[in-house]
Nanobody, 124 residues
Framework: QVQLVESGGGLVQLGGSLRLSCAASASGNIFSINVMRWYRQAPGKQRELVAFSGSGGYVNYADSVKGRFTISRDNAKNTVSLQMNNLEPEDTAIYYC????????????????WGSGTLVTVSS
């Protein structure tokens, strides 16, 4: 199994910044992850994709966060981060890390794996 642990959520005021981090681990040593994503789910709403990072360097963002959020990955540490600037109350949600296609020294994990989420609250 692949385990994901998120950190960095919290309470921030309108216009503030937060940085979320997610660390991946598995029973074997991870040497590559195909896709790393951040999703979010606001109260009463469906989970939505916020940012995407491919192993080849491709990144993409939801229109609502373009220009404000930046996804980055550290392949040596098997981590993915989400820098969130100019936060708005509409960004309040539980943020989830998601990975797909994990290569370890023992096997290839084809499925998607999810973290337990970290809460971001933006006050006005």
């Amino acid at each position: 199994q692949v385990q994901l642990v998120e950190s960095g959520g919290g309470l921030v005021q309108l216009g503030g910044s937060l940085r979320l981090s997610c660390a991946a681990s598995a029973s074997g040593n991870i040497f590559s992850i195909n896709v790393m994503r951040w999703y979010r789910q606001a109260p009463g709403k469906q989970r939505e994709l916020v940012a995407f990072s491919g192993s080849g360097g491709y990144v993409n963002y939801a229109d609502s966060v373009k220009g404000r959020f930046t996804i980055s990955r550290d392949n040596a540490k098997n981590t993915v981060s989400l820098q969130m600037n100019n936060l708005e109350p509409e960004d309040t949600a539980i943020y989830y890390c998601n990975v797909e296609g994990v290569y370890t020294t023992t096997r290839f994990y084809r499925s998607e794996y999810w973290g337990s989420g970290t809460l971001v609250t933006v006050s006005s």
